[in-house]
């Protein structure tokens, strides 16, 4: 199915990123992180990599004290690891689950010391075990879109703004909100409670993060110019940490809120993209922890999104929208659908739909050549 629509700005957009602390994304790169290395030792092991899928992970906050100068954590934070894989042969599960976890969590959140690893994995069915490498083990929906739209290239380039600025943890949640061309931002960043000695520390690392995304907002939006609702996008509100009151303020004593304020959970943050986009097309699917052999809500939408970037360079395309869907067992370079929304001043033509039929057709056949690169990390997915 390929249609194409006259190109259309809403008139508002959301756009919504947790970063890389976030424990939403925290448990996302944990079941990344262990499905890589289930690769790793499969590979080593048996020269192919066998059925697994660890999109189950659950963070469990702890409890902590913080205080102006220092703090202390009363309670550490759980990582409680489901799902199923293939048992190893030189290996427990449970030390390539321990490992994976203590090494994404110790390089992401980096005065995060305490925590605990529970592994509760077990082995997959034989029905699904037996797909690998021979079809689809799912029914399951796949979507991508591009280009991005200045507000959501926007957000994504903030949260390392945000890590710039003194004081500041990993744990940085951002939201847009665009009502014709004013933009509103609202930022909640986890402050370190070492960095910050007093409330008036505290209230000037939130201006200094304020001012942060201020100036970094002005500068994008003034670099690259784009038509929204009949102008230019303009700078309006930037809010810190707006819960604050009292003596009710997001100190912490690791930079996030895993330590006591938060639970996480795989799939539950943001999409393939890094983006939560509820103006535009999004699948449920949690895409990290999934096997990257025969998983297609892993792998179709990450393929989505590669198609969608290939189709938007096409003379006359503004947008580009691309839903696929398996069908279980079926060979992944066989979907169910394959569907394509163009916007832009075209018409279909056997030309036009030639062109948007090999693309597909090319990244349907490369399914083997993305493996590589889900094993090695390349691929962005949350």
Known sequence: MIVINKPFTPPYEVVERKGLGHPDTLADGISEAISRSLCRQYLEESGQILHHNVDK????????????????????????????????????????IEDAAASHLHKTVKNLKQFQVEPRLEQGAPELASLIGRGANDTSIGVGYAPLSQTE???????????QVRGAGEDIKLMAVRRGSHLTLVVAVAMVSKFIGSREEYEEAKLNVREAVEKKARSQLERVPGEVAGGAERMGEVYVNCADAGENIYLTVTGCSLEMGDDGATGRGNRGNGLITPMRPMTMEAIAGKNPVSHVGKIYNVMAQKIAADIAEMEGVSEAYVTLVSKIGSPISQPLLR????????????????????ILDWHLESADDLVEQFVKGRLTLF
């Open 339 to 358: 569907g394509v929304q163009i916007c832009g001043e075209m018409e279909l033509t056997a030309g036009v739909e030639a062109r948007v039929n090999s």
């Open 57 to 96: 992970v659950l963070i469990i906050a702890g409890q902590s004290a913080p205080r102006f100068g220092g703090g202390s954590i009363l309670k550490p934070p759980s990582v409680v690891v489901g799902g199923r894989a293939s048992r190893l042969q030189n290996k427990l599960l449970s030390e390539i």
């Open 153 to 163: 290239q926007l957000i994504l380039d903030l949260e390392d703004t945000v890590r």
